[in-house]
């Protein structure tokens, strides 16, 4: 009867330590999972965003209408200055850029030429995770990249709310079109950018080539 007790009690034994095994076990699955860390969406190869642009320093207001379309290599920021004059920001991927103005009383264009073209659509690839916050109403994961941008993007939707620049100018996404394409005649930059062109030369024209990731800085 001895001999039957302690059996008893060491398969008992056996089975709590059993249990806590597979306990910890299953812990452990629940932790590594929560490790792994999200990645930001790749952007879409068309889209069409209303965006709010503050700068803190200055307390400038913009709207820009942000139109990227990597199928056909171009992004178009439609800059809109509180109170102030409507800037075309159009933007090759052959590296040429026009920033001009459409207005009949008082014209302006200027060419710049970078080092690369647009943003590709992996751009975020390589952040750093930060976890989620709250910004703008929605819960947001939020990445780091490299030394100058902080991007958050719905934890639901996956869509872009929010980007702040190392400047702290920040960045309010309102609306975000997916597949949305702007027509090829709003692209195009008026005669008097290429007569300037011509006027200023090469010469001219290299002093103004510097990398589009500096400029990209704060034109996100």
């Known amino acids: 009867m001895a001999f039957l007790v302690r059996s008893t009690s060491t398969e008992a034994t056996l089975c709590l330590l059993l ?3 597979m306990r910890v076990s299953s812990n452990t699955n629940v932790i590594t999972k929560q490790v792994k860390h999200p990645k930001p969406k790749t952007w879409p ?11 803190p320093k200055t307390e400038e207001m913009q709207v820009v209408d942000l139109w990227y379309d990597w ?4 992004n178009l920021n439609l800059v809109q200055h509180q109170l102030g004059k409507l800037l075309y920001d159009v933007e090759w991927n052959n590296g040429t850029s026009y920033y001009f103005t459409l207005n009949d009383s008082y014209s302006e264009c200027r060419t710049v030429v970078f080092e690369v073209g647009i943003l590709r659509p992996n751009w975020l690839e390589g952040a750093t995770y930060l976890g989620q916050r709250y910004i703008d109403g929605f819960l947001c994961n939020v990445w780091y990249k490299v030394d100058f941008i902080w991007y958050y993007e719905d934890v639901l939707t996956r869509r872009p709310v929010h980007w702040v620049f190392y400047t702290g100018r920040a960045v309010h996404v309102m609306t975000f079109e997916v597949g949305a394409v702007l027509e090829d005649s709003k692209w ?3 005669d008097y950018c290429f007569n300037k062109e011509e006027d200023e030369g090469e010469e001219h024209q290299t002093t103004r080539f510097r990398s589009r990731d500096s400029y990209q800085r704060d034109s996100i």
């Open 45 to 55: 190869k068309q889209f069409h965003s209303v965006l709010v642009i503050k700068n």
């Open 19 to 21: 249990l806590l095994l």
């Open 71 to 74: 199928y056909n290599g171009r």
């Open 188 to 190: 195009q930059a008026p």
